[in-house]
T-cell receptor, first 113, second 114 residues
Framework: NAGVTQTPKFRVLKTGQSMTLLCAQD?????MYWYRQDPGMGLRLIHYSVGEGTTAKGEVPDGYNVSRLKKQNFLLGLESAAPSQTSVYFCASSYSRGGNEQFFGPGTRLTVL | GQQLNQSPQSMFIQEGEDVSMNCTSS?????WLWYKQDPGEGPVLLIA?????ELTSNGRLTAQFGITRKDSFLNISASIPSDVGIYFCAGRMNYGGATNKLIFGTGTLLAVQP
């Protein structure tokens, strides 16, 4: 099992450009999450999904959109990138019941100039 | 948004020393988790705690779920160079809830000098 994978690993954008970050998991997890990690801020939840075709806002959703068309994939979109969105983005997934363990991907480092 | 208070922010220790870090919240949690993040990687779960007062070990790591349910502690004994990384606490208010959302601490950076 590959676990949780993210593409790309690194990306540099200019202000106003758009991009999509892809997250894939092969553990048949129902729940998936997108976080951003900034220095001294820990991990903050952007959006999450409790199942295929469903999405919901997290703590810091502004400027991002998500889609979960397939159970194994969770896409994070930036329609018009801003320098404040420079961050490391992590995707995670978990089962819906039982333990709380969220499995994380390796992260995508995004720089917006 | 809510974040957990985690301390210390950073620690620089010698190999073989013991390490302690803690996490506090103004809210009650039903679950406490401790994650480790290696440089350039995503967080990996170390220990999960589900009951107030619970003390759980994973090798040289020991974590405790505070009696008040508002805090948790992580201890690492006899540190080694590979313990280097950022340690995060995370809490959840509703076990078995529909969303399974976690609230993360701000992290403790651990550096171990051989």
């Amino acid at each position: 099992n590959a676990g949780v994978t993210q593409t790309p690993k690194f990306r540099v954008l200019k202000t106003g450009q758009s991009m999509t970050l892809l997250c894939a998991q092969d553990m048949n997890h129902e729940y998936m999450y997108w976080y951003r990690q900034d220095p001294g801020m820990g991990l903050r939840l952007i959006h999450y999904s409790v199942g295929e075709g469903t999405t919901a806002k997290g703590e810091v959703p502004d400027g991002y959109n998500v889609s979960r068309l397939k159970k194994q994939n969770f896409l994070l979109g930036l329609e018009s990138a801003a320098p404040s969105q420079t961050s490391v983005y992590f995707c995670a997934s978990s089962y819906s019941r039982g333990g709380n363990e969220q499995f994380f991907g390796p992260g995508t480092r995004l720089t917006v100039l | 948004g809510q974040q957990l208070n985690q301390s210390p922010q950073s620690m620089f220790i010698q190999e073989g020393e013991d390490v302690s870090m803690n996490c506090t919240s103004s809210s009650i949690f039903n679950t406490w988790l401790w994650y480790k993040q290696d440089p350039g990687e995503g967080p990996v779960l170390l220990i999960a705690l589900y009951k107030a007062g619970e003390l759980t070990s994973n090798g040289r790591l020991t974590a405790q779920f505070g009696i008040t349910r508002k805090d948790s502690f992580l201890n690492i004994s006899a540190s080694i160079p590979s313990d280097v990384g950022i340690y995060f606490c995370a809490g959840r208010m509703n076990y078995g809830g529909a969303t399974n959302k976690l609230i993360f601490g701000t992290g403790t950076l651990l550096a171990v000098q051989p």
